[in-house]
């Protein structure tokens, strides 16, 4: 098994730097109006989750990277509400984007902060 010398190895992050890709290219499609609302937001969000997941990686213990495993599994939660609110409002289908990516996301996030946390915080 190979050793990973870097968070772009981590399969986790490269989905979910491909989610937030597919949150920049689905929020041009966004009205100009939701330029500073949602379209900021989610793209926030979503650029949140790879971004914690490597500050995860470079963290020294493991408790410390447990803590941002979560954040990044808070992040994607976040902006999983701003995908459904999107498709309520009929601003994008689930054809424009799908929240299926960001369920294995979110997955593989909860084993990476189950694998990581002490049992008596979990």
Same mark, same amino acid.
């Given at each position: 098994?190979?050793?990973?010398? &870097?968070? +772009?190895?981590?399969?986790?992050?490269? @989905?979910?730097?491909?989610?937030?890709?597919?949150? #920049?290219?689905?929020?041009? +499609?966004?009205?100009?109006?939701?330029?500073?609302? =949602?379209?900021?937001?989610?793209?926030?969000?979503?650029?949140?989750?790879?971004?914690?997941?490597?500050?995860? #990686?470079?963290?020294?213990?493991? +408790?410390?990277?447990?803590?941002?495993?979560?954040?990044? @599994?808070?992040?994607?939660?976040? =902006?999983?509400? #701003?995908?459904?609110?999107?498709?309520?409002? &009929?601003?994008?289908?689930?054809?424009?984007?799908?929240?299926?990516?960001?369920?294995?996301? /979110?997955?593989? =996030? #909860? +084993?990476?902060?189950?694998?990581? /946390?002490?049992?008596?915080?979990?």
């Amino acid at each position: 098994m190979p050793t990973i010398t &870097g968070f +772009r190895q981590l399969k986790v992050w490269q @989905k979910a730097v491909q989610v937030s890709l597919d949150v #920049y290219h689905a929020t041009k +499609r966004l009205p100009a109006d939701e330029r500073f609302g =949602l379209t900021s937001q989610m793209r926030r969000a979503a650029a949140s989750v790879g971004a914690n997941i490597a500050e995860g #990686y470079a963290s020294r213990g493991p +408790r410390n990277r447990a803590r941002f495993f979560a954040m990044a @599994k808070t992040s994607a939660e976040e =902006l999983r509400h #701003y995908i459904i609110l999107t498709q309520m409002l &009929g601003l994008l289908s689930p054809r424009d984007l799908s929240e299926a990516p960001l369920d294995e996301v /979110c997955a593989m =996030l #909860y +084993r990476l902060w189950e694998s990581n /946390c002490p049992a008596d915080e979990r």
